[in-house]
Every structure is written in structure tokens, then in C-alpha cells.
């Protein structure tokens, strides 16, 4: 499998605070992969980056093949780049199915994709039975309950029919059953070929999901291998546990 | 309902109102009715970026003033009919408006608002030293007694801005109703997110301050043949910019409706105040109605009646929209 993502030695900083420093990391097409490490270890500050929702100052990031440095995050995503965020951000003033129709008819439209208002309106109903909010199409995201609320993230950005997922903590807070439903949609998403970076706290969800695990501690990269042989490494042992 | 029939619609009763007011006999109404249309065009104009997208725009003076002054700076060079200078107002406000959008547009909520009333401060000291264009003595336009076939030359202008209007709500009615609205909504709501859905936020900014940089100017065009005696401080006055954020709040910023209702009733408000009060009423008028509204419905009529309905009002007018949200730290 070729490398869809491929992080070369990513610096960030906010003054004199380093949050990232030489990141290097691969992501194959394909691929389950789980970024964990401890709160302010910098995973959203590497997503940001990624998404181009950060210009980090040092390094680059090269997906599908092309650069993304310089480029403006909307066009990272009709790449083919996509997230959800970690707290949700949904368009409170459109309703659910709205919410869907803005990656349909900004990113797939973008990329050439022509489709009849008829038809993006049946995708949307699609999208939103997939993650089981079709009954609630016409309300408004304030309606929703947590879960619900980052089942619609996921949604939306699904919808955006991306080659790479990076899902940013879309399970914190939820319990037992909402965690499965949410790694029972990731894994679906994954097997029709989407790539997807998860990051998360809750051990039992990314040991489940994840082929590879990444562990970021203080900014750098300490580990990257096979979830059971990282969680034995001494170090990431260390950095959870002090 | 489809775009040329929702025009034909407004186009009958447009004319019906003409009907009217020419049976009326009296050419006052024209008088009182170009302005109140005037400020429908203003209202819808400033609802299109302080509405749909969410940013406040103090600077609507400035607009309208750039399409009059437009038309006093080609009077004095040769006279052309209004018709021709609508559109060059509006090319002169749109650019503005996109270099406007270009400077401000990284500013949110209060800082926004601030750098478009700053503008309309820069604009003003600009004509004001401006002699061709009268400076700060003004400017004198003569208007023609009579223009054929439609008779006395007010009821031109009545029927110019009439068309204005009708052409400004179906502008809005369109956006509202196409990719472009839905764009402009995620802006409102949450500019990050709006990126990571691959809307080109900036691009879509910019569209919406020229395009109702525009519309202003048009608005502002056939002013110096109405009022006859165009002057700065008046026509940079804090009327123009308090009216038309007020009008859109009073009746809904959502919807294409909202503008429309809010300019003829505050509009109509103040043209009869200013019959039988005073004149210097107007703008306590519109300050009381607009604390009114802010506290009682703070989503505007249409918001009212959406409450009503039943149905979901749209959760974003008036009140939170002129809080200084500054943009939201990144996670």
C-alpha cells in the first residue's frame, strides 16, 4: 500500500512554547490509525496542522502525492482531507440535513462531481440513516444529545467523501454502547477504503480500532508501532503513568 | 415560487403602489415613499453580509454616500440619466466593498463593526476636502422640473427606486435560496467548520461585502437628484448606518422578508413622525423600537412568526449576532 499521508519533521509553536517538534509520521492508505498521548501532548495542535487550520513554521505535509504547506484548509479538504472536531461545530442555525449539504455542495461539487439538487438531497437522507439521525432531519443541532451531536461531526464530515478521516476525540464523555456505535461507523467507513487517523483517550476504543498506534508526549513523536507493543513500551508506560 | 414569477409578482404590486400613489394626487407621497423604498434597499443590502453572514457593517453611510457622490462627481462632468448611473454606483461601492472586505474581513464582531464605521469617518474627511465634488460646502444638482412620459420628476425617482427595491429583494431572495446562501450561513455559525466542510470562507466574505457594497451605492445614486443639495455630513449622517442595521433587526435578518418588513414599518414610522412631530424624532424612534425589539423578540417579526407557527425560529439574530464574539481558540 502507498503512503497517503506523510508528515516530514512538523515544528509548531505558539511563542516560545514548542507544541510539536520534528514530527515525522506515515499514514498508508488504507490504514486504522490511533494517535494517543497524554492532555496538551499536542494531537490537536498535529491535526490542526495537518487540516490547515495551523500554519506550523517548520517541516511539511504531503497527501496524495501533493504538498498541502501554503494551502488554505478548505482546499485541504477538497483534497480529500477530512475532520471532525473535537468539540462539535455544528451550523447551529441549519438544520441537520443543511449541515450535511455544505460539504456535498462545496467539497464534492468541487472536485467536478455534478449532481442534481435531487440527488444531493437523497445523499444527505443517506448520510444521515447511516449515523441514524434521520428522524431528526429538520431540527436544529441544539435538539441533539451528545452523542448525537458527534455522530452528526462524523457525518458531515463523511459527507465530504474524504480519502483520510482524522476523527479528534469523538468519543469523549459517551458511554459504553455510544463508544461501540461510534467504532462500529468508523470501521464501516474504513473497510469502503477511507483511511482514518483516530485520536483518543479511551484505551479500550483505540486498542480496538487502531492497526498502529502513534504516542505523542510534550510535542514529539516517542512511539510507533503496533498498539500491544506500544502500550508495553517503557516510556509511553511512563508518560501515562509518571 | 420561481425566481422570474416572484419578480412579476413584485413588479404588479409595485405598480399597483405607483397606481395609487399617482391616484393619491398628492406628490408628497412620493416624497415620503422614495425614502422609506430607499431604506428597503439599504436594510436588504446590509442583511446580505450583516444577515447572512453575520458581520456587522456600520459603514453603510459610507456606501450610500460613494454611489451619491458618484453621481455628483460624473454631474459635474456631464449629466448622463440615472439609469446609466446606477450601475457605475454600483461598480464604485462594490469595489470599495471588496477592498473594504480585504482589509476587515480577519476583524470579527465588534472589531468588525468598529473598521466599517471607521471607514465611513475616512470616506467623509476624504469628500470633505474634495473640492471638485463640493467639498464641504456640498453640492448643488438641479434637478428637472418634469421628465416624459411619467410627468413630474419625483415620481421618476419614486419609480427608479421602486425598481431598486424589487431588484434588492430578489438579489436577496436568490442568494438566500442558492449554494451561495447556505455558504454564507456556515460563516455565521462557525467560520473553522466552514473550512473543514471546504467552504472558501474569504472568497464568499468578499462576494458579500461587494455585493452589498453595491447595492448601497445604487441606493445612494439617485439621492443628489432627490435631495438637491447633497451635503457630507448629511449624507455620511448616522441615519443612513443606524436605519439599516435596525431595519433587517426589526423584522428578521434570516430571510429576504425581514429587511422589507422592518424599512416600511420603521420607514413609514419615521415619515410620519417626521410629519407630525419633527423631524428630529426619527432616530429616537428608531432607538426605542430597536431596544424594544432586542428584548422582547430578539429574532424580529419573522422570528415572531415562526414562534407562532410553531416551527423553529432560525437561532441566530439580533442579540448574540452584535455580541463581540471573538473568533473561538483552537482546541
Not at chain 2, 471607514?119 to 453640492?139: I, K, P
Not at chain 2, 422570528?303 to 439574530?317: A, E, M, N, S, W
Request: proline content about 4%.
Amino acid at each position: 500500500m502507498s503512503e497517503l499521508l506523510q508528515i516530514d519533521n512538523l515544528g509548531k509553536r505558539f511563542g516560545g512554547f514548542v507544541a510539536l517538534e520534528n514530527i515525522t509520521l506515515s499514514v498508508r492508505a488504507g490504514e486504522r490509525l490511533g494517535l494517543i498521548g497524554p492532555n496538551g501532548s499536542g494531537k490537536s495542535t498535529l491535526v490542526n496542522c495537518i487540516c490547515g487550520t495551523l500554519r506550523h513554521e517548520q517541516g511539511s505535509v504531503r497527501f496524495d502525492g501533493r504538498t498541502l504547506d501554503g494551502l488554505i484548509a478548505h482546499q485541504r479538504t477538497h483534497l480529500g482531507l477530512a475532520r471532525s472536531f473535537q468539540l462539535p461545530r455544528p451550523f447551529v442555525s441549519l438544520s441537520l440535513i443543511d449541515n450535511i449539504r455544505i460539504p456535498l455542495l462545496y467539497t464534492v461539487a468541487a472536485r467536478g462531481t455534478h449532481r442534481a439538487a435531487r440527488e444531493v438531497e437523497d445523499r444527505c437522507s443517506d448520510l444521515l440513516r447511516e449515523v441514524g439521525l434521520q428522524a431528526k432531519a429538520h431540527h436544529l443541532p441544539r435538539d441533539l444529545t451528545q452523542v448525537e451531536m458527534r455522530k452528526l461531526e462524523l457525518a458531515r464530515a463523511m459527507a465530504a467523501e474524504p480519502k483520510l478521516l482524522i476523527a479528534d476525540e469523538s468519543m469523549a464523555g459517551l458511554t459504553h454502547s455510544e463508544i461501540q456505535d461510534i467504532l462500529t461507523l468508523l470501521v464501516r467507513l474504513n473497510e469502503r477504503g477511507v483511511t482514518i487517523i483516530l485520536i483518543e483517550h479511551i484505551m479500550r476504543a483505540v486498542m480496538s480500532f487502531s492497526q498502529r498506534l502513534v504516542v505523542l508526549v510534550s510535542g514529539r513523536k516517542i512511539a510507533d508501532g503496533r498498539p500491544d507493543e506500544v502500550v508495553r513500551n517503557p516510556e509511553v508506560e511512563k508518560a501515562y503513568l509518571g | 415560487m420561481r425566481t422570474p414569477l416572484f419578480v412579476l409578482i413584485w413588479l404588479v404590486i409595485g405598480g399597483v403602489l405607483f397606481a395609487v400613489s399617482v391616484a393619491l394626487g398628492n406628490d408628497y407621497v412620493f416624497f415620503a415613499g422614495y425614502v422609506v423604498l430607499q431604506y428597503v434597499v439599504l436594510g436588504t443590502a446590509w442583511n446580505i453580509l450583516g444577515g447572512y453572514c453575520g458581520y456587522v457593517n456600520f459603514g453603510s453611510a459610507a456606501f450610500f454616500a460613494l454611489g451619491a457622490y458618484s453621481t455628483v462627481a460624473i454631474y459635474k462632468f456631464y449629466p448622463l440619466p440615472i439609469p446609466l448611473l446606477l450601475p457605475i454606483s454600483a461598480v464604485v461601492s462594490g469595489v470599495v466593498g471588496f477592498g473594504m472586505g480585504y482589509l476587515t474581513l480577519r476583524l470579527r464582531g465588534a472589531f468588525f463593526a468598529i473598521a466599517t464605521l471607521a471607514l465611513a469617518v475616512v470616506l467623509e474627511t476624504l469628500v470633505v476636502n474634495w473640492d471638485y465634488v463640493g467639498g464641504s460646502r456640498g453640492a448643488y444638482i438641479i434637478r428637472p422640473e418634469e421628465i416624459e412620459p411619467i410627468g413630474n420628476y419625483i415620481r421618476y425617482l419614486f419609480l427608479i427606486m421602486l425598481l431598486l427595491a424589487i431588484g434588492a429583494i430578489t438579489v436577496a431572495r436568490l442568494i438566500e435560496r442558492s449554494r451561495l446562501g447556505y455558504g454564507f450561513a456556515t460563516i455565521r455559525d462557525d467560520e473553522l467548520a466552514a473550512e473543514a466542510s471546504g467552504v472558501p470562507t474569504l472568497r464568499l466574505k468578499l462576494t458579500a461585502t461587494t455585493i452589498s457594497g453595491a447595492l448601497m451605492g445604487m441606493a445612494g445614486a439617485p439621492f443628489p437628484y432627490y435631495i438637491g443639495y447633497l451635503q457630507p455630513s448629511s449624507t455620511f449622517g448616522l441615519d443612513y448606518a443606524v436605519n439599516s442595521i435596525a431595519m433587517p433587526l426589526i423584522g428578521g435578518t434570516t430571510s429576504w422578508v425581514g429587511p422589507l418588513i422592518g424599512a416600511l414599518l420603521l420607514g413609514s414610522m419615521q415619515q410620519i413622525a417626521t410629519v407630525t412631530i419633527s423631524s428630529a424624532v426619527n432616530l429616537l424612534i428608531v432607538g426605542c423600537v430597536l431596544v424594544a425589539f432586542v428584548i422582547v423578540v430578539p429574532n424580529g417579526i419573522i422570528g415572531l412568526f415562526h414562534t407562532y407557527l410553531q416551527r423553529k425560529p432560525d437561532d441566530f439574530v439580533g442579540r448574540r449576532r452584535l455580541d463581540a464574539d471573538l473568533p473561538g481558540s483552537v482546541p
